[in-house]
Every structure is written in structure tokens, then in C-alpha cells.
């Protein structure tokens, strides 16, 4: 019967919502407080940001046909986290989120500024990336340090499971930190409803927060989400129009921004998961598994008020889960910052710059690392050689052939 979902899609929809929000909603959560978000916003923003990768999920599945999956930027949460912004910001905050929403819409709709974009060398937006992730990604060191049974128990599942299956490391993972919390507090979760109430917050736009808040989201969301997201659906044979992709994951970006929710954009590894053959042997019918997950994705934003208890009761646990939800994105970050060995210096620089976490004239600091990085970049990278000395060369290297 083709008219039902076929299995296959179903199984591989539920594991890849599963994976997708156990193994970050810790960052996001972090990021939200990191910008100054009361637990009340804080739950408001994971459900607003939940409903609205479900609903792009099971929009942009169906119309296209394809298992296109809407997550939330998982590195964007980090920068959020590490941004600086002093309690009480939180207006300012989201009308930083609303600005990276247009960005990201424009970019779907104005090519050149896609291209510009594409300009950026690669080196630098990756040291630049690894700069956010550093400071996050110290947490499980400092909750071992802190609460030794329960952070080496987190790091324990996380080494054990990732061994067996590095899918299922994360959310193993986030189990026993929430297993620990409950454990810790006795099952009181400090009283209130675990139900999250949408928060309407009204937004305070500030050219300080939109470029060293907005823009660095934006550049993250693009470089380590939209682009390897969109990348993943041609590897397995899919071929959306990328602008219509990115368009409308602004646009979901804009309206879940004023609840508190962070920016949404293509999902990468969960778009593996539902675009593989564990979704099934037909390609034409693994757009099920993305409606699965979007389906999974809103049912779990009604968990977001329960998340974000777990969160208020014990912060250092819940940053050891999104340290080690990132440790594999920051390795590949830095790998890919330190490939070319000519453009070390300039990756070195916006990776120090990005992590020292000082904004300037209350700009960010990533922000200041990627502009740093770019003029090293242009100072000390390999100049081609003069027309002249090409051609010289060319004439000595053409004498000495053999006739």
C-alpha cells in the first residue's frame, strides 16, 4: 500500500528527531540563558524553535518530496552562549536573531550576497567557528572537576556508547545528565507548570548586537549548517533549489524569533539519517521520514517547559552535555581551519581572537575574530607570480626540453 509511510521512514524519522533533540537542545538552552533569557523565555524560545523545524520539516518534505529536515543552528546556539551579553538582554538578543532571520532570507533570494558570502576563505570562517565552540566545550573538564561522580558518568556513556555507535553518544549522554539531575534534586522539579507558555518578547534592534551578534549567527548558520545541509541531500541524489531551501528557513527564523527561538536552517546528520538507506530502498518515498521527524519535532517542543527545569537545576551538568554535544564539530572546525598550512597564521589568529570572549566597542567577539582573520588572511597569502616571471620561466623550461 504506497499510500502509507513506509516503515523504513518511520523508524529512521523517530531516530532522527530523537538524536537531533537529545543531542543539542542542552546548547540551544545555553545559548538562550547566555543572552540573558529567563526560564520562562528560555522554554518559550526551545518550543518556538521546535514547532518551527517540525513544521518546515513536514512543509518543505511534502512539497518538495524529498526528506528535507529543519533543525535549529546548533553552532549558533554556542555563539549565543559565549556572546557576552550582561542579564536583561534579551530583547536585544532577539532582535539580533530577527536580523540573522533576514540575512539568512536574502541570501536565498540575492544571489550575490550568497556569493559574498562563498568569498569568505574557508580557513578563517572555520577558526572562527572553533573559537565559539572552545569555551563550551571545556564544561565536561569543569563538571568533572565540580560534581566528579556525575560528570565522569556523562563522559563514561558518552566514551562507551560512542564506541559502539557515535550516533547514540550524545543522547546516551544527555540521558544520564538529566538521569543525574533528577537523581540530585529528588524528582522536584521546583514547582510551576513543565508546560511551556509561548513568551512574546518585543524586540530591541542595536547595531552592536545585529553585527556582532546577528551577522556572526547568520555566518555560522550558512557555513556550518545550510550549505553541508544542502550538500548532504546531493550526495544521496537529491536536488533542491537551494534558494527556495534557504528562503524559507529564514522566514520560519522570523517567526519563531520574538517567541525566543534561534535560528532555523537545513539539518546535516539527521538529513543523513531520513535521505540514507536506512529510510528505505526507494528514494521517491524517503520524503516520509521527514514528516516523521517534523511530526516528532513539534511533540517534543511540548517538552520544552520539563527541558528547561532540568536545566535551571543544574546548569554545569546540562553544559557538560552540549560540551560533548560539540566536541566533534569543533575537531572537524579545526582540521579544516589548519589544512592549507599558508593560511595557519590568519586561522590562528580568528581562533584566539573569537575565543578570548572580549567584545570591543560592544561588538562580539567573533565578529573581531573574523575580521582580523580575513585581513591576515590578505596580508600573508601566497601572491601569484608576475606575468613576466611566468613567462621567463616559461621560456627557460621550454629550452631545456628534449626535441
Not at 530583547?91 to 533570494?109: E, K, M, N, P
Not at 525566543?260 to 538507506?277: D, K, M, Q, R
Request: proline share 6%; net charge neutral; with cysteine.
Amino acid at each position: 500500500m504506497r499510500s502509507l509511510p513506509p516503515l523504513a521512514a518511520v523508524s529512521a524519522g523517530l531516530l532522527a528527531a530523537f538524536v537531533g533533540f537529545t543531542s543539542s537542545f542542552s546548547v540551544v538552552l545555553q545559548g538562550l540563558v547566555g543572552v540573558g533569557a529567563s526560564q520562562a523565555e528560555a522554554a518559550s524560545g526551545l518550543m518556538a524553535i521546535s514547532v518551527a523545524m517540525g513544521a518546515g520539516s513536514v512543509l518543505l518534505s511534502t512539497r518538495y518530496r524529498m526528506p528535507i529536515i529543519v533543525a535549529w543552528s546548533t553552532p549558533g546556539a554556542a555563539l549565543l552562549a559565549g556572546s557576552g551579553l550582561s542579564h536583561g538582554d534579551f530583547a536585544t538578543a532577539v532582535g539580533a536573531f530577527l536580523f540573522a532571520g533576514l540575512l539568512v532570507v536574502a541570501a536565498g533570494v540575492v544571489r550575490p550576497l550568497g556569493r559574498l558570502i562563498a568569498a569568505i576563505p574557508a580557513s578563517v570562517a572555520n577558526a572562527m567557528l572553533a573559537g565559539i565552540l572552545f569555551s563550551l566545550c571545556l564544561a565536561p573538564v569543569k563538571a568533572i572537576a565540580a560534581e566528579p561522580v556525575a560528570g565522569v558518568a556523562i563522559a563514561l556513556v558518552w566514551v562507551v556508547v560512542g564506541r559502539l555507535n557515535r550516533l547514540l553518544a550524545v543522547p546516551a549522554a544527555a540521558l544520564v545528565a538529566i538521569s543525574a539531575i533528577l537523581l540530585k534534586s529528588g524528582g522536584d522539579l521546583g514547582g510551576g507548570s513543565l508546560l511551556p507558555h509561548p513568551v512574546l518578547v518585543t524586540p530591541v534592534f542595536d547595531v552592536q548586537s545585529a553585527i556582532g551578534i546577528g551577522f556572526p549567527l547568520f555566518l555560522v548558520t550558512m557555513a556550518s549548517q545550510n550549505i553541508p545541509g544542502l550538500a548532504v541531500l546531493r550526495i544521496h541524489g537529491y536536488e533542491p533549489s537551494p534558494g527556495p531551501l534557504f528562503a524559507t528557513t529564514g522566514v520560519l527564523s522570523l517567526l519563531c524569533a520574538p517567541f525566543g527561538g534561534v535560528t532555523a536552517n537545513l539539518a546535516a546528520i539527521t538529513a543523513a539519517i531520513c535521505a540514507g538507506e536506512e529510510a528505505g530502498h526507494d528514494p521517491s518515498r524517503r520524503w516520509w521520514a521527514g514528516v516523521v521527524t517534523g511530526i516528532t519535532y513539534i511533540v517534543c517542543g511540548l517538552g520544552a517547559g520539563a527541558m528547561t527545569a532540568f536545566a535551571s537545576l543544574s546548569p554545569l551538568l546540562i553544559e557538560a552535555a552540549a560540551g560533548l554535544a560539540l566536541v566533534g564539530t569543533l575537531a572537524n572546525a579545526l582540521q579544516a581551519a589548519t589544512a592549507a598550512p599558508e593560511e595557519r597564521t590568519a586561522a590562528a589568529v580568528t581562533f584566539l581572537t573569537a575565543a578570548s570572549g572580549v567584545a570591543f566597542a560592544g561588538i562580539s567577539a567573533p565578529f573581531w575574530g573574523l575580521i582580523a582573520g580575513c585581513a591576515i588572511y590578505a596580508v600573508f597569502r601566497p601572491r601569484p607570480a608576475r606575468s613576466a616571471e611566468v613567462s621567463e620561466e616559461g621560456a627557460l623550461s621550454g629550452s631545456a626540453r628534449p626535441t
